[in-house]
């Protein structure tokens, strides 16, 4: 309240007035309490029916998503692709980068001898730089995240002499035991396997990796800026996100891995939204933003196998972060196929998005609340650019260099999400928000995949609203 | 909010006295200044979701009660007529604050500020104890700025009057 004008009456009454406290009557109460409606029973069932189904979507959604890739197909884009366009006049190709194995081992074809159902090997030359790996693998398992741990070390003690032979009695014991060499396959004979101690510690032991196939989402919510009585906010938020994402496909027979590769993607956004409150449950919201997608695939396809006979599962292991690809192939024939290669793209794309959220409050209790948002998004590319580099160890050897410009289109995206929020005060929330996240069409015409499926991510931070 | 019959307590008892001293300035009598606090404090509870904790929650609450209270004047607007008007007299010797303060208490005000029309009363408290300015007030009572500055000027009259006849310094029994 204002202090009154220069007045004497005003200020003689305004002093004595204001501030003067009487009690109602206790009938006043009760005409309050008679004028307000019944209280509700709180319905839990309503906003449990609708976690549920948001659950049920999610869960739908991710099995159509995780459905096995097909590789065969992507080949073809790939052998399409580079019939296509290739050009040997690229000035700069950015290599990806070996993250978890000795550079040395990179690009090369690794040959492993996996002891398949018979665990029997019988190598014959002597190979150059080797050593005795023991692949030791653990998963863990839950409904969104999947751990890979990889262990990758030398031998610690050699066999004695040190030109032997490695008989099946040295590798009991060891379970997924692969002996990595950068012997050119054909190279390889029937006959005796033998080494020296030193070529085992041309291998040093990285340390051991962990990768995520969750992507890991740092975003900071937006800061609002609200008008008094209007129901209009702006907000302001960026968001990083980063995945590695290894793909296996597991051989029925052999149990082994049968086809690997690693996709890595970064993203970078920085947006501005506006939010509209339809109601004291309901708002919508529309923004602006911006995104540098970084997106990697390097993929080993080195099926090539040999066996004198024909008769014994062999394969080879590259050198790609420790991911084993292997092939059981019989046959000599076999050999002239032109499968030995490597591939190692990487893309980058920039894009304008233009989202439409609608966010619904399912639950408000005391500090807490619970809302659910569903919305699209459109999504302009303004650039895409390919780095592709394939490798084949075919005779003679070729390395294929190809650059490539303008091959992005406008897309559609959806997203799912569930934020639960606790309010400080007013004006400060700390929120949590599992958001899932997917694209209806596909941004780039190389780009192969975009984010894992059912990728969440955690949007989380405070949310500041200033008055 | 309904159905939570603490928290709705807690609130009434927090704010109901000053409240009803709002209530009192608006009504003519404690009867009805009792009704719009009860109606006021309905509106409150049930708009408890639309507050925005923009502004104070008291400030929100005597806006309401406010509100509520001119609603029921601009109801009642066409049937009462400017009573006071044997009261108006611009020449009257202008009586100090502080005898205002020494000789009255807030009771006598409160009762004084009642006896006002409505329209007096209303223009009176929306300039003195809410700080509006005319246009403010013209807009919100839908009269011209003009009117509203007349009414004021008719209102610390009939008070000045009153307070006067109250000090015993004229007599008011004729």
């Known amino acids: ?467 | 909010m309904a159905g939570n019959d603490r928290g709705c307590r807690a609130i009434y008892e927090s704010f109901s006295k000053k409240m009803l001293v709002v209530c009192m300035r608006y009504a003519q009598s404690r009867q009805e200044a009792e009704d719009f606090l009860q109606e006021g404090f309905i509106r409150v509870f049930q708009g408890l979701r639309q507050f925005q904790f923009e502004g104070s929650f008291e400030g929100w609450v005597r806006r309401t009660m406010i509100n509520t209270a001119i609603e029921h004047y601009r109801k009642e607007l066409k049937h009462h007529q400017n009573t006071n008007l044997e009261w108006v007299s611009h020449n009257e010797e202008p009586v100090s604050r502080e005898d205002i303060l020494s000789q009255l208490n807030a009771h006598d005000l409160l009762k004084m500020v009642q006896e006002l029309s409505p329209q007096y009363r209303t223009v009176f408290n929306l300039y003195v104890f809410e700080g509006l300015k005319h246009k403010e007030i013209a807009q919100m009572l839908d009269i011209s700025e003009g009117t509203s500055k007349s009414n004021l000027a008719d209102a610390r009259t009939i008070l000045q009057r009153k307070a006067k006849c109250l000090m015993g310094i004229v007599d008011c029994n004729h």
Request: with cysteine.
């Open chain 1, 1 to 467: 309240m204002k202090e009154p004008h220069n007045n004497e009456i005003d200020r003689a009454f305004y002093e004595l007035i204001e501030g003067l406290e009487i009690s109602p009557s206790e009938q006043v109460w009760e005409g309050v309490q008679k004028g307000l409606p019944a209280p509700k029973p709180l319905r839990f069932g309503s906003w449990l029916r609708t976690l549920g189904l948001s659950c049920i979507l999610v869960v739908l959604l991710g099995v159509w998503k995780t459905q096995p890739n097909n590789y065969t197909s992507q080949n073809s884009t790939l052998l399409a692709f580079r019939s296509a366009r290739i050009s040997r006049t690229v000035p700069q190709i950015v290599e990806t980068s070996a993250k978890t194995v000795d550079k040395s081992l990179r690009e090369q074809a690794l040959l492993t001898f996996r002891l398949g159902d018979k665990k029997r090997v019988w190598p014959t030359t002597t190979i150059p730089t080797s050593a005795v790996v023991y692949s030791s693998k653990q998963k863990i398992r839950a409904s969104s995240v999947a751990f890979k741990k990889t262990r990758l070390y030398s031998l610690p003690s050699p066999p004695e002499p040190v030109e032997a032979t490695i008989h099946d009695s040295d590798l009991i014991g060891h379970s997924a035991v692969s002996i990595l060499s950068n012997q050119h396959p054909s190279a390889c004979r029937s006959g005796s396997f033998s080494f020296t101690p030193d070529h085992l510690k041309t291998l040093s032991p990285p340390p051991n990796r962990y990768t995520a196939s969750m992507p890991v989402v740092v975003a900071l919510p937006p800061l609002h800026v609200n008008q008094p009585n209007m129901r209009w906010s702006i907000g302001i938020y960026a968001t990083t996100y980063s995945s590695q994402h290894p793909i296996t496909d597991i051989d029925d027979y052999l149990n082994i891995p049968h086809d690997e590769k690693q996709e890595t993607e970064r993203l970078l956004s920085a947006g501005i939204q506006a939010q509209y409150q339809l109601s004291s449950r309901l708002s919508i919201g529309v923004g602006f933003e911006y995104q540098h997608v970084l997106h990697e695939n390097p993929e080993h396809k080195l099926p090539a196998a040999y066996d004198a006979t024909g008769t014994k599962y062999f394969s080879f292991t590259s050198g790609l972060g420790g991911i084993h690809i292997n092939e059981p192939l019989i046959g000599a024939n076999l050999m002239q196929a032109d499968t030995l290669q490597l591939t190692n793209t990487r893309q980058r794309i920039s894009l304008i998005q233009i989202p439409v959220v609608v966010r619904y409050q399912i639950l408000h209790y005391k500090c807490w609340s619970i809302d659910a948002s569903a919305g699209g998004a459109l999504v302009i590319p303004l650039h895409d650019e390919v780095n592709l580099r394939i490798k084949t160890f075919n005779s003679p050897e070729q390395t294929l260099d190809i650059e490539k410009l303008g091959f992005v289109q406008t897309a559609t995206s959806y997203r799912f999400g569930l934020r639960l929020n606790y309010a400080f005060t007013p004006q400060i929330h700390l929120s949590l928000e599992p958001m899932y996240l997917g694209y209806l069409t596909r941004i780039s015409t190389y780009y192969q995949a975009v984010r894992p499926p059912l990728a969440f991510s955690l949007n989380t931070g405070l949310r500041i609203t200033f008055k």
